[in-house]
């Protein structure tokens, strides 16, 4: 089993960025894929970013400007999503994921563990 525990979020101000955390344990995610994802009130869970398992392989929703940029670091089994020039539509709980393979996917059905979610809220 992998338990993951995300931190990070918070309030924040428009224009702001923020830096997401999600720390695995109870085995190594160092050979599977990673994503964030969040979902707002009302609304489907929705594909924020994914990474491979080495970590030179990067994915993102079209609609990403470069405010968006996930990263990992196997030796701490922690992934990170950095977050900047933050916008009210940001607004949701974002949550880490373990894809089930080495890859990175935009599909939710790719991944069989998922942390509990970190709020972040970005005020106008």
């Known amino acids: 089993q992998v338990q993951l525990v995300e931190s990070g979020g918070g309030l924040v101000q428009a224009g702001g960025s923020l830096r997401l955390s999600c720390a695995a344990s109870g085995r190594t995610v160092r050979y599977r894929g990673m994503a964030w994802f969040r979902q707002a009130p009302g609304k489907e869970r929705e594909f924020v970013a994914a990474?491979?398992?080495?970590?030179?392989?990067?994915d993102y929703p079209d609609s990403n400007t470069v405010r968006l940029t996930i990263s990992r670091d196997n030796d701490k089994n922690t992934a990170y999503l950095q977050m900047n020039s933050l916008k009210p539509e940001d607004t949701a709980v974002y949550y880490c994921a373990v894809s089930k393979n080495g890859h990175g996917s935009r599909n939710v059905n790719d991944y069989d563990y998922w942390g509990q979610g970190t709020q972040v809220t970005v005020s106008s």
């Open positions: 990474i491979n398992w080495s970590g030179d392989s990067t």
